[in-house]
């Protein structure tokens, strides 16, 4: 493999030549209020029709979004199908019979394919086999960047040169400059898990974010390379100069959250990930603020990577920011115990 900081240098690149022009809090939501990766409105007519296997409502739903170019909502609308259809994929199985050659089924079944084989033990071999999966899903619509994430996620299985990376991830931002899910995947491959180290994973996180449009998420970004750190970092220690970029990082998240109103369900991955960053440095107060601002909507990304019980865990972690806060009374309700029922947001 080349250099990783060559790499860094031109994914940045890329993402520069492919730019396009461009409350209060709410008070704290009862344990029993609190659902874990509850679906929007759009998505739960979709969820329950596959649970009684009709895929009409998701293809529906998925075509609306290809045809409207809401590619953010389409790659999280197909990871929480995809979730569904790893234990129920009746309903899948029908829609390829109806129609093989549809762009939104094929897709699903490139996903579903790719999960599957990322738990294998021969990961990279299992997902060699699945390649053409991805490709008909990205030749089925060339303006879906959904495809080219999708292909991000499968190289870094692969083991991919950079050189390959690099080829992926400029055919990803010609399509969307500033899709959210295709810079996690590149975050993802540069982290020190992978191919990079945390130092280039922040560089390449704090630059996205600086090129950004207002209100994107990819200003988050700099929040998923703090989480890396935190929970890949050498035994939890961290040098002065990582704490300063991860507080930074939640500063950036922070104001991010701050533009959404309380409660909304389009930011909750990224407030549920930036109270784990905030409970992690033992920012009380702050982290107090976006357990009142995530309101219902607990999600399983990052709860569910430190305990087997994601929604107990979120909940422990609200009450010890509650707890550790001056002049802040309990909260209402009492903690539901076991693993829920979800799916991932």
């Given at each position: 493999?080349?250099?990783?900081?060559?790499?860094?240098r031109s994914l940045l690149r890329a993402t520069r030549t492919a730019r396009r022009s461009p409350q209060e809090s709410a008070g704290p939501t009862a344990d029993g209020a609190v659902l874990l990766d509850a679906p929007d409105e759009r998505l739960s007519p979709a969820l329950v029709a596959a649970a009684a296997g009709a895929y009409?409502?998701?293809?529906?739903?998925?075509a609306a979004t290809r045809d409207g170019a809401e590619w953010e909502n389409r790659d999280r609308y197909l990871g929480r199908l995809v979730t569904f259809a790893r234990s129920r994929d009746g309903w899948l199985t029908a829609w390829l019979a109806a129609t093989p050659h549809d762009p939104d089924a094929l897709l699903v079944k490139a996903e579903?394919?790719?999960r599957r084989a990322w738990e294998s033990p021969v990961r990279a071999e299992?997902?060699?086999e699945v390649t053409p999966l991805i490709t008909a899903a990205e030749q089925s619509d060339p303006r879906d960047p959904v495809p080219w994430r999708l292909a991000l996620d499968h190289a870094r299985g692969t083991r991919?040169?950079?050189?390959?990376?690099?080829?992926?991830?400029?055919?990803?931002?010609r399509r969307s400059s500033h899709h959210y899910g295709c810079h996690v995947a590149a975050l993802?491959?540069?982290s020190a898990a992978w191919y990079g180290s945390h130092r280039e994973c922040f560089d390449f996180a704090e630059r996205a974010a600086e090129d950004s449009l207002p209100g994107s998420l990819v200003r988050a970004l700099p929040l998923r390379a703090a989480y890396s750190l935190l929970v890949e970092g050498s035994g939890g220690r961290t040098t002065p100069v990582q704490e300063e970029r991860i507080d930074a990082a939640a500063d950036l998240a922070a104001a991010l959250s701050a533009s959404f109103a309380p409660g909304d369900p389009w930011p909750a991955e990224v407030r549920n990930l930036l109270a784990y960053?905030?409970?992690?440095?033992g920012r009380w107060d702050a982290a107090l603020e976006q357990f009142r601002r995530i309101g219902p909507h607990a999600t399983s990304f990052p709860w569910a990577s430190v305990s087997e019980d994601p929604l107990g865990r979120f909940l422990e972690a609200r009450e010890e920011a509650r707890s550790r806060t001056p002049g802040t009374g309990p909260l209402l309700g009492r903690a539901r115990r076991g693993r829920p029922r979800g799916h991932y947001a």
């Open positions: 493999m080349v250099c990783t900081m060559s790499l860094l009409e409502p998701a293809a529906e739903l998925l579903l394919a790719v299992q997902l060699r991919a040169t950079h050189t390959a990376f690099e080829a992926l991830w400029e055919q990803a931002v993802r491959y540069l960053v905030l409970v992690a440095r």
